[in-house]
């Protein structure tokens, strides 16, 4: 059964860092076979797409929203996809979620390419 865990929320000040994690167990291939991306839903507001490692030679993407603050990578020897948090700003408090897709440049606005997800880590950012 495959199982998708984050880890590595809290409480941060404005400016501070997280780094989050996403375990990945019970995939029937390699995890680098797949997509793995980033999401975060704040409170009273749609699921926003945040950022993807590809399947094809971990290319990565990154919404405008966190581009050049938040940095996404991959431990195989872990199968684990970390998501670097820095400058963070009030506005990134959310409930971070990742979520896995088959496909090589999966968009992160359309739900029906990501499978499988997990239950989510939430991050707030308060002085």
């Known amino acids: 059964q495959v199982h998708l865990v984050e880890s590595g929320g809290g409480l941060v000040q404005p400016g501070g860092s997280l780094r989050l994690a996403c375990a990945a167990s019970g995939f029937a291939l390699p995890l680098d076979y797949y997509s793995i991306g980033w999401f975060r839903q704040a409170p009273g507001k749609e699921r926003e797409g945040l950022s993807y490692?590809?399947?094809?030679?971990?290319?990565?993407y990154y919404a405008d929203s966190v581009k050049g603050r938040f940095t996404i990578s991959r431990d195989m020897a872990k199968n684990t996809v970390y998501l670097q948090m820095n400058t963070l700003k009030p506005e990134d408090t959310a409930i971070y979620y990742c979520a896995a897709s088959d496909a090589t440049t999966p968009p992160l606005e359309y739900n029906n390419f990501w499978s499988y997800w997990g239950q989510g880590t939430h991050v707030t950012v308060s002085a």
């Open positions: 490692i590809s399947s094809s030679e971990d290319r990565t």
